[in-house]
């Protein structure tokens, strides 16, 4: 038997990529070391944690997040001001109002700058173990520094209400929640991430969050007084009370299926249509033939899915469109007539039903965080179709190039995967060993940028199709439950990160 590292997916693999620059640079990190020291942290464990033990962990964290998810903010006016950012909810997994208002905003933003300055060489990085630990450190220091900004923004711009009819006291509350919050979530990722739970804290998030959503919006049991009587905001649950209270059965039926104001019968297919869709690509791979040298007659494959770098092109995608939005709603507050303010875009309330009942929300109506938004509905594709055209591209050639862009930084590029291969005296089966990189080339580039592609198809098809939450929410929420469905499996068999070879 032989170890080969799979192919895992990069939201739960952070270790910094080796720059390959000289020594010379000068580096960064190090200087860091005295704010590092301060940090709060997770100590690794001094033993191996049982699998019983790991899921106990990950439900308690995953607890801890759902309760911060439902705990209003003190001091926040209930619907007082419109939510500036509800489209984005799933995908942060944030909620409004709630502890967790910034929701991973921080964290993502951190890491992946932190990855791509590290890949570039901006940061260099050793891959000794005192350099991965200043990495990790400084990531989460900017992390922290990050939820303190982002706080002390969404305080000022007006989020929870004008600052002065707030009181300067009540404001640096809610900004101190925030900023606390947000560093909890941090300490909660690196409490999965040092191996006590399951996976990592930010795809737990997601996945519950979008879960979460899908349920409420399927089977919420509240009742919501319109213009056609009273009706159950849950979309099953509307189903079955139309058909029940309307004498026009036709009629009942065609309603529960197209209603607009509120989650339909349409939405809950579509949604499990795509989670079946996802599902199925999942299990596309190419499988190379590999032997071991050293012992003849042992041989394994490694595998490359269609979904190389798994679900961190639409995170990559989700954190850029997000800050987007963040700062082209911090301009709309402050300057709306400033000209950058036009081309980063304008911003209108509209309302929309939620579980507080209806309540107003900011859209996007102008500029580029408008035409990177995705259509509210099949209708804007022929009121609109620039828009709709110019969101398809965008999203997908914005996942591709995140794709390719990840395999450099993150240390699974073609040349990065035959040295792993190399270094435990692996060969690719019919092809000599300075072959191996070529053969990898034909392969990893095109799954990486395909698959991205791919991905961003199947989040345009949610979203037009009109899947609950959003095509991005659901695509993270499904990647990220298959994930831990695969390392269910590997643990039942006692795998690991394991091939078995045979003879």
Not at 191 to 210: C, D, E, P, T, V
Not at 353 to 364: D, F
Not at 367 to 374: D, F, K, N, R, V
Not at 452 to 458: E, N, Q
């Amino acid at each position: 038997q032989a170890t080969c590292r799979d192919h895992q997916s990069p939201t739960s693999d952070r270790r910094p990529p080796s720059s390959g620059l000289p020594d010379t640079m000068p580096r960064l990190l190090p200087s860091l070391r005295p704010f590092l020291q301060a940090l709060p942290e997770v100590e690794a464990p001094d033993r191996k944690i049982i699998y019983r033990e790991r899921l106990l962990w990950t439900g308690v964290v995953m607890l801890i997040f759902l309760v911060c998810c439902n705990l209003p903010l003190y001091g926040v006016p209930v619907n007082k001001s419109p939510d500036p950012f509800y489209w984005m909810r799933v995908m942060l997994a944030s909620n409004r109002g709630t502890l967790m208002e910034l929701g991973i905003a921080p964290i993502v933003t951190s890491g992946i700058t932190m990855q791509v300055l590290s890949g570039w060489g901006i940061i260099t990085v050793q891959q000794s173990k005192d350099d991965r630990g200043l990495f990790s450190g400084a990531q989460k220091f900017f992390g922290i520094v990050l939820c303190f900004v982002q706080a002390f923004l969404y305080v000022v711009c007006g989020t929870y209400g004008p600052v002065s009819e707030l009181g300067f006291a009540l404001a640096f509350i809610i900004g101190l929640q925030l900023a606390v919050a947000g560093c909890v979530v941090i300490i909660l990722d690196e409490l999965m991430q040092k191996g006590y739970g399951i996976g990592s804290g930010i795809s737990l998030f997601i996945a519950a969050n979008a879960c979460e959503n899908v349920v409420w919006k399927s089977f919420a049991p509240v009742s919501i007084q319109t213009a056609r009587g009273t009706e159950y905001e849950g979309a099953v649950i509307a189903f079955f009370h139309l058909l029940f209270t309307r004498s026009d059965k036709a009629r009942a039926l065609k309603e529960a299926f197209t209603r607009g104001n509120l989650p339909n019968l349409w939405n809950v297919i579509i949604t499990v249509v795509v989670f079946g869709c996802i599902v199925f690509f999942q299990g596309w791979r190419v499988e190379l033939p590999i032997k071991f040298q050293k012992y003849r007659g042992q041989q394994a494959t490694y595998p490359i899915k269609l979904f190389y770098t798994g679900n961190m092109s639409i995170i990559m995608y989700t954190a850029l469109v997000s800050n987007i939005a963040f700062f082209s709603q911090v301009l709309h507050a402050r300057l709306p007539a400033n000209l950058l303010t036009r081309l980063m875009g304008s911003w209108e309330e509209v309302l929309v039903s939620g579980k507080e009942g209806a309540q107003g929300v900011m859209i996007p109506t102008s500029g580029l965080a408008y035409y990177i938004s995705p259509p509210r509905s099949l209708i804007e594709l022929f009121t609109d179709p620039f828009h709709a055209l110019f969101y398809i591209v965008f999203v997908l050639v914005t996942c591709a190039l995140f794709s390719k862009t990840w395999i450099e930084v993150s240390g699974s590029a073609p040349r990065d995967v035959a040295k792993q291969l190399q270094n435990q005296q692996m060969v690719m089966k019919g092809h000599r060993d300075v072959a191996m990189i070529t053969v990898l080339n034909r392969y990893i580039p095109t799954a990486a940028a395909f698959g991205g592609m791919c991905i961003g198809a199947l989040t345009v098809m949610a979203d037009f199709l009109g899947a609950i939450g959003s095509g991005t929410g659901i695509l993270l929420a499904v990647t990220i439950i298959y994930q831990y469905y695969e390392m269910f499996l590997k643990e039942q068999q006692g795998l690991g990160d394991t091939y078995q070879f045979t003879e």
